[in-house]
């Protein structure tokens, strides 16, 4: 009579009898559904723990699609929704509401995630075909909320939430910054983290609770949720570092991050790099096939000198702890500097400035990442057999500065840090690292620049693709561009592509 009998729901599709069990365990949410009268079945498998609104769907669709294929009968299409415009998704974002009612809408490209205030996983906001203006919630963990925008309020199932003044947030109290971090395994991470003044611990990485200070070291898990009258204690090692925390009674061994203590990260190179270097100058870029732009490659600091630079590769204060280019310089496409400018324009009257770290990148130091990486940390660097964004002048490292202090803010990972802290949508950290990163990404996205999925730093220009893999030295291009002005085709100067890789790369076989 409740639906559900031993070991399996019971109920229905169209006029169909339906059994069914899902299930999760870490890493993995599974479904099993079956229409026993037509033996037909379906099992959904997905290797993310808790995503049963995925597999659930996934089976439901099946079973519909299997029903129409033996009666013969057109095959159902999934209801499949879409991202907003940008402009759309830009126009919506900021906080709403009040105290624990509250939500944020942010918008990352032209995708908008939804967070409320007393926790959880963020979800993705989408358009449903044939909903006019309606979004709706479209992610692992649930599927079918309806939100509602206007100009100044967002509409919740019934509940309408006026629009909230957003403010920079305040520091943490600094006897917490040492408590922020990761804990745990691979398979079951606890993220401590501050949000709004409060810390939080998202736990079995959907399970998102405010936490309240009870004493040094000891908060208490809310009073409902999963872990309801349980304590989160940290423990400290002997020199009073924060060695783990015992959440409900588990212990989470802190886990190490690889610069996570302010030091720039750095790598044990496969191979020396004065060895790496000759090779990577006598080897060729890759051929590539069709037509590309001229490239017309200007030094950044030339259009406005207020951008700042720490060009990392050009001293020992990189990854590689060996300087890669012979000087401290910052080259991109003509369109791409220009659009930089206009960025560096909108952030000064927020009181904020860029800081370069790496712009065009010569494809012969792409080749000596590689070479030098482990294969475990080759998804922070380039393959030179596609060549690199930067390689083709369109794309860029950099961060913000506060222009009150001149110095750098502190976002959630280091530059050229290799840990999951680099990652855009990181959820760790302060608020107001969090923050500065999400401005440095809104005004990027604003004049056509796109984050890297792996690095919050990294960002390509519009069409990046349509620019050839270049291989010249910042001196080549300084007297190629000389020699262009003089009309002739300098052997720093890229050529335009025909269906192959530039002069100068054909030069350095």
Known sequence: TTGFGIGFAISRLDSAKVISHGGAIYG?????????DERLGVVVATTRDGANQVTSRIAEMALRMMRAARAGQPLPKPV?????????ARAIEGSYGSGSAAVRLVARDSTVT??????????????????GDTLVGDGALSFGMRVVPDSDAITIGRARLERARDRVPAPPPERWRALIGEYGWDYNTLYVY??????????????????????????????????DGERLYFERD?????????????????????????????????????????????????????????????????LDPSIRLDV???????????????????????????????????????????????AYRPWYVTKMFWD??????????????????HNRGAAVDLTLIDLRTGAPVEMTGGYDEFSPRSYPAYRGGTGLQRWHRELLRHAMEAEGFR?????????????????AIGNATFEELHAGTAAVRNGHQGRGQLAAGSGSQSQLARSRR
């Open 312 to 358: 990392r590769y050009a001293t020992t204060n990189n990854f590689l702890r060996t300087p890669l280019y012979a000087s401290a310089r910052a080259f991109l496409q003509r369109p791409a500097a220009e659009a930089l400018v206009r960025v560096q324009h909108a952030l000064r009257a927020r009181g904020y400035g860029l800081l370069i770290h790496d």
């Open 372 to 389: 030098a990486t482990p294969d475990s940390q080759k998804v922070f660097v380039a393959d030179p057999a596609a060549g690199s964004r």
């Open 28 to 36: 993995f949410a599974t479904e099993l559904s079956a229409l026993p």
């Open 451 to 467: 984050v890297y999925d792996a690095e919050w730093w990294h960002f390509d220009f519009g069409e990046w693709r349509s620019y």
């Open 114 to 131: 939804l967070t409320r205030a007393v926790g959880g996983t963020p979800l993705r906001l989408m358009r449903m075909p044939g909903a």
């Open 194 to 227: 501050e949000d709004a003044g409060r810390l939080r611990a998202l736990i079995e990485w959907f399970f998102d609770y405010p936490l309240t200070e009870v004493a040094p070291d000891s908060f208490a898990f809310p009073a409902s949720g999963l872990y």
């Open 80 to 88: 499949l929704t879409s991202p907003m415009s940008l402009a759309s």
């Open 238 to 302: 002997s020199s009073g570092r924060v060695a783990g925390v015992k959440a409900a009674s588990v212990h989470f061994p802190r886990r190490h991050l690889d610069g996570e203590d302010g030091q720039t990260f750095t790598i044990t190179p496969l191979r020396g790099v004065e060895e790496l270097r000759t090779e990577a100058l006598a080897a060729s870029p890759p051929e590539e096939e069709g037509r590309f732009r001229a490239s017309d490659l200007v030094e950044v600091v030339t």
